[in-house]
Structure formats: structure tokens, C-alpha cells
T-cell receptor, first 115, second 114 residues
């Protein structure tokens, strides 16, 4: 079975400080992992994805994530938060097997950036 | 190029009425997904289409929900005898193929059942 747990429902950081959004996954197969961002009243946008290549994945807007199989984690980081990063972030797992067609979304982490 | 489009953007209906939500995927994308996003929740998978294969309906919450995809392109999600708990944003996504390919999302249809 596949599932995703986003460990924090809300994260608040000051502008210019690092961002860490945590995600743990469960998968019976080699997973593909994604982070999506949803700005208020906007559609979901892909930030980055891991599909069994390099374990450190770089995405758009300075975000990156590291796939750690031993910890079943795929945490999202950014060295310096910007006001425009305030949004809802979703960690997603897609895996093979009989449910390989499905994407499993976490419940989301709301990021607030304090000026 | 054009992204995924959905219509209507907003739909208000009365309890017990049927509604149809439309999704136009990106041209050439063979996979199409429907999700539901309730207030403050993550995305709930509803149904998945891949090419001419039988759709994966495992996420449909009840038999009041159905979807079809005509000609491998446009898809319609139908909710019969709507209930207040059906109120949510319904999102459509398409991808080049199944599995680990990026899904491109539409802007969603906000459904309100009074």
C-alpha cells in the first residue's frame, strides 16, 4: 500500500530563513515522489519530482528535496524563504504495482512567511 | 500551449440535483485524473483514465458519482442527487502517460450544494 504523511500541517518562518517541510512515505514498490505547491486561488503546480535518478532533486524557485530510502523521507527545503513562497505544499507518492496509476497526496502543509 | 481547462469554474446547486463537471486535458496526454479537495484537506483520488483501458474507479465515493471520457480527450464527471457533503473543489489533471509522469492540473470547479 502507498501513503504519504506530512508531519506538519502549518509551518511559519521569517523571510530570509530556511524552510523545511517534512514528508514521510510508505510504498510497497519503488516510488516516484513529488512536491506540488498551491497558491491561494491558483492551480496546483509541480515543484520537483524524484523518479529513481539522483536522490537530491532540485526544483523551481530554489526548492530542493532529498530522497532518503532508509528513512522513507522526502523532505522539502529552501535555504532562504521569500514572501512569495507562502502557499500550501503537498507531498505526493506514485508507485508501481496494481495501484501504480494513482497519486497519493498528503494532507498538505501551509507555509506562512513572516516579513 | 493550452493547459488543462475545467468548466464551470463555480457551480452552485440545490441538494438532490444532478451536476456535470467538464475537463479538457492537454492535447496528447493519455492519462486523465479526477480528484476532490475539501476545505482544508488534501486531494482525494476519484477516478483515472488511461488511453482506451477501462477506467480505475476505485476512488469514487458512491454510485452517485460517475465519469466518462469521450474519444480519449474530454472528460465529464457527473454527480447525481447531490448532497451537501459533495461540496468541494473538483480538480482534473492530465499526464503524458500513467505512473511517474508529472500531472498537470486544471484550475478546478468549486461545487457548492445548498
Amino acid at each position: 500500500a502507498q501513503s504519504v504523511t506530512q508531519l506538519d500541517s502549518h509551518v511559519s518562518v521569517s523571510e530570509g530563513t530556511p524552510v523545511l517541510l517534512r514528508c514521510n512515505y510508505s510504498s510497497s514498490y519503488s516510488p516516484s515522489l513529488f512536491w506540488y505547491v498551491q497558491h491561494p486561488n491558483k492551480g496546483l503546480q509541480l515543484l520537483l519530482k524524484y523518479t529513481s535518478a539522483a536522490t537530491l532533486v532540485k526544483g523551481i524557485n530554489g526548492f530542493e528535496a532529498e530522497f532518503k530510502k532508509s528513512e522513507t523521507s522526502f523532505h522539502l527545503t529552501k535555504p532562504s524563504a521569500h514572501m512569495s513562497d507562502a502557499a500550501e505544499y503537498f507531498c505526493v507518492v506514485s508507485a508501481g504495482g496494481s495501484t501504480g496509476n494513482q497519486f497519493y497526496f498528503g494532507t498538505g502543509t501551509s507555509l506562512t512567511v513572516i516579513p | 500551449g493550452a493547459g488543462v481547462s475545467q468548466s464551470p469554474s463555480n457551480k452552485v446547486t440545490e441538494k438532490g440535483k444532478d451536476v456535470e463537471l467538464r475537463c479538457d486535458p492537454i492535447s496528447g496526454h493519455t492519462a486523465l485524473y479526477w480528484y476532490r479537495q475539501s476545505l482544508g484537506q488534501g486531494l482525494e483520488f476519484l477516478i483515472y483514465f488511461q488511453g482506451n483501458s477501462a477506467p480505475d474507479k476505485s476512488g469514487l465515493p458512491s454510485d452517485r458519482f460517475s465519469a466518462e471520457r469521450t474519444g480519449g480527450s474530454v472528460s465529464t464527471l457527473t454527480i447525481q442527487r447531490t448532497q451537501q457533503e459533495d461540496s468541494a473543489v473538483y480538480l482534473c489533471a492530465s499526464s503524458l502517460e500513467q505512473g511517474g509522469y508529472e500531472q498537470f492540473f486544471g484550475p478546478g470547479t468549486r461545487l457548492t450544494v445548498l
